[in-house]
């Protein structure tokens, strides 16, 4: 099993930027120097309470030129605010850095927030996704291209530099709505899923959606998915449990509102439903099916049963889902998972 840390280099309560940047990086090197086989960074938008992540691709830049062994990926890039064939030359840029370690998620994010302050109409975003993804693969093809779609247009474009990674840096696409699942197995990408929606029932079903459409499509390899989902370690029970209560508490709190506020206008019946879920969930419900909390056992335990439900072969931990946990906090639980957990996986 692949295991990887998902990092959003969160804002603490009175801090600066200046720290959010240095306390995040230190996590990489511990990371790095633990055995952690990759890092993900979120990406956010004017959102100065929760994170500096901007602009990660420049970020995995800084990672790559400061580790050698672990893989650095995104989690994911928000293609529709961007221009894709200024994404496919910074893409391949930090490939070339890393060595050809880098791994390219992609979506197009559920908030709306974002799309409203460029000035890109949320409506818009499944058909700029859809050209942005054509582009990238013409622009890593190592010749030059034209594009004319209805969002981009490309006029006779080589892009250097080309990508290590042959044909391309790894793609795995997000998917949280039910229709996306299928989206994602047709054009024949690698998935992340999540368990802050509809919990771990719904995600079964999703799953096979995913798996059933890869197959019916007929795509050479296996189909692959990383589960992202809060992790906590700890080296005693009470302390697995109890630390990281209010913290997570907080986590789904502020989910219900985002997906509540993120609805496009006229409403959604399926974030609606999906928010309401999350305001009722109670501890014990999130221990039960939307968190991996424990001592280095119980974490394998945890581990070894989602990965006979849901068939996954990757996990891509929140090291501090809420923002509340401590330094100290976090990197201890990072030392019990990369000690205690990892090695019964490899």
């Known amino acids: 099993m692949h295991f990887g840390m998902f990092m959003?280099?969160?804002?603490?309560?009175?801090g600066s930027d200046a720290e959010a940047f240095r306390e995040g990086l230190d996590l990489v090197d511990a990371a790095e120097s633990w055995g952690m086989d990759s890092s993900w960074l979120s990406e956010f938008h004017f959102s100065p309470e929760r994170s500096v992540l901007a602009s990660p691709i420049v970020v995995?830049?800084?990672?790559?030129?400061?580790?050698?062994?672990?893989?650095?990926?995104?989690a994911?890039?928000?293609?529709?605010?961007?221009?894709?064939l200024r994404i496919a030359e910074e893409a391949a840029t930090v490939d070339q850095i890393s060595g050809g370690r880098f791994d390219f998620g992609i979506g197009r994010s559920g908030f709306v927030?974002?799309?409203?302050?460029?000035n890109i109409d949320y409506g818009e975003s499944q058909e700029r996704f859809d050209?942005?993804?054509?582009?990238?693969?013409?622009?890593?093809?190592?010749?030059?291209?034209?594009?004319?779609?209805?969002?981009y247009k490309v006029t006779d474009?080589?892009?250097?530099?080309?990508?290590?990674?042959?044909?391309y840096p790894p793609m795995r696409m997000a998917a949280s709505s039910a229709a996306t699942f299928k989206t994602v197995a047709e054009e024949g990408l690698p998935l992340f899923v999540g368990l802050r929606g509809d919990g771990l029932e719904a995600l079964v079903h999703n799953i096979k959606v995913y798996r059933d459409t890869w197959r019916d499509c007929g795509h050479a390899g296996e189909s692959s998915v990383y589960l992202r989902v809060p992790v906590y370690g700890a080296d005693s029970e009470a302390a697995a449990f109890e630390e990281p209560k209010a913290n997570i508490t907080y986590y789904f709190e502020r989910q219900a509102k985002m997906v509540a506020a993120g609805s496009?206008?006229?409403?959604?019946?399926?974030?609606?439903n999906t928010a309401a879920k999350l305001s009722a969930l109670s501890y014990e419900d999130i221990l039960r099916d939307r968190v991996a909390f424990g001592t280095g056992p119980q974490l394998i335990d945890k581990l070894n049963e989602w990965s006979d439900v849901l068939g996954i072969d990757g996990i891509t931990a929140e090291m501090n889902a809420g923002g509340m946990?401590?330094?100290a906090q976090v990197k201890n639980s990072l030392r019990v998972i990369t000690r205690d957990v990892m090695p019964a996986f490899k």
């Open 325 to 327: 946990l401590s330094e």
């Open 113 to 118: 927030r974002s799309y409203n302050a460029y």
């Open 157 to 167: 474009a080589l892009v250097v530099p080309q990508p290590v990674q042959k044909p």
């Open 76 to 84: 994911v890039y928000v293609l529709p605010l961007a221009n894709p």
């Open 60 to 74: 995995a830049g800084a990672i790559a030129a400061r580790t050698k062994r672990m893989r650095i990926g995104m």
């Open 8 to 14: 959003e280099f969160g804002c603490r309560k009175g």
């Open 131 to 151: 050209e942005a993804v054509k582009i990238l693969r013409a622009a890593w093809s190592g010749e030059k291209f034209s594009f004319d779609g209805k969002y």
């Open 264 to 272: 496009p206008k006229g409403g959604n019946a399926e974030r609606t």
